[in-house]
């Protein structure tokens, strides 16, 4: 643990009677001023963590350390953390100042002082003027911003976000995204972000935990989880992918699709099975004969910016393919793509593996 470090997870679990873990045996570090982002599907575990960091509930197993202190009994309203909710959770009978300076009222505070900070918290969410504006007069991305006020205007050293854009329409999810951003870095307080879309976690993070069955599958940069899977869950939840078999012959030679090819991975066993990612927007159209793969054009759609073109090998396989030129369904025709675009992974290789596989690598045993 660092001087950096806020929140801590040690070997956490949670679990509900005799069914099986929400949360098994999780570890891992936040670090302060930083913007998280638990990524998953629906029962992965990601509101779980949420819920105890907030303290809504307790670990059944292991340890919270929250600045180097335990905190695994520590009640909610004891903790430097703030939480926005998916409905918001704003009281319709008040109005948008009194929404913010609820916490604060509670906490006793002089009149003078509440009405500065609470103020101060609207200014920073760009709703100066409406303190007097009733809550079922907003629109949701206005009552999303109060919810954000009123969790800054307590100065929490983190605020926690369970999927608070979800019942945004696309164009204002997208703003509130920009905005949500902005806002972190401004303050520079620690945001932990709940969502289960791909796209937002990318957009938004220094971080991402992907989370799978209760366990964290990889964390990492958005780059790093993008381009560098560690198995095919995460390549398949992190946006679109081409995910086949293959054999890596050796360092940087790997095989799929009954060609050889060279690659930019090492580390596996000669000969060792394997699956191999191509990201559609790696992959690009040629004439069949100048293609590293021949394919045979199976459906098209047009998609703004882009065409998402699916074709199919000799071999059965599907390759998506994301390409500003149009294609012809039914027609045969060459994708061409570079060595840094194949990325190869383990079958079911976990990030603790992984990063040991890695550096056995680095040291020089490559592996084996």
């Keep these: 643990m660092t001087d950096k470090t806020i929140i801590r997870f040690q070997q956490v679990t949670k679990q509900y009677d ?17 913007f998280y982002t638990l990524l998953g599907p629906s029962g992965c575990g990601k509101t779980t963590i949420l819920r105890l960091i907030a303290g809504f509930i307790e670990p059944s197993d292991g340890n919270i350390y929250f600045n180097g202190k335990k905190v695994n009994q520590l009640p909610a309203n004891k903790r430097q953390v703030n939480t926005v909710f998916q ?71 983190v605020i926690l976000l369970d999927e608070p854009l979800s019942a945004l329409d696309l164009k204002l999810r997208t703003e509130m995204q920009y905005e949500l951003r902005e806002l ?3 303050l520079g307080i620690t945001f932990i972000f709940v969502t289960h879309d791909q796209e937002e976690a990318l957009a938004m993070s220094d971080e991402i935990f992907v ?36 054999t890596m012959l050796e360092d940087y030679v790997v095989k799929f699709t009954g ?53 199919y090998d000799n071999d059965g396989n599907e390759w998506l393919v994301h390409s500003t030129k149009k294609a012809t369904v039914g027609e045969n025709i060459g994708l061409h793509f570079e060595s840094e675009a194949i990325h190869v992974m383990r079958y079911d290789e976990t990030e603790e593996d992984f990063d040991k596989r890695l550096e056995a690598y680095e040291e020089g045993s490559h592996g084996n």
């Design 87 to 157: 409905d918001y959770a704003l009281f319709p009978h008040l109005n948008v100042f009194e929404n913010v300076a609820f916490g604060l009222r509670i906490k006793k505070m002089k009149s003078n002082i509440v009405e500065q900070k609470v103020k101060e918290a609207l200014r920073f969410v760009n709703l100066e003027g409406y303190e007097n504006r009733e809550i079922r007069e907003m629109s949701g991305g206005q009552r999303q911003r109060v919810a954000i006020a009123r969790a800054i205007v307590n100065e929490p050293e």
């Design 18 to 34: 005799n069914d099986p873990a929400v949360l098994d045996n999780v570890s891992f570090e936040i670090e302060r001023g930083k």
């Design 259 to 311: 060609k050889t090819f060279e690659c930019v991975d090492g580390g596996f066993h000669p000969n060792e099975d394997v699956e191999i990612v191509i990201r559609p927007e790696d992959l690009e159209i040629t004439k069949p004969q100048d293609g590293k793969l021949q394919v045979k054009v199976d459906s098209q759609l047009f998609r703004g910016v882009h065409y998402e073109i699916s074709c």
């Design 211 to 246: 989370l799978n069955n209760g366990k964290i599958e990889q964390s990492g940069n958005p780059n790093d989880i993008y381009d560098e899977p560690i198995n095919r869950f995460v390549a398949d939840f992190i946006g679109e992918s081409n995910i086949v078999s293959g």
């Design 184 to 186: 972190q870095r401004n």
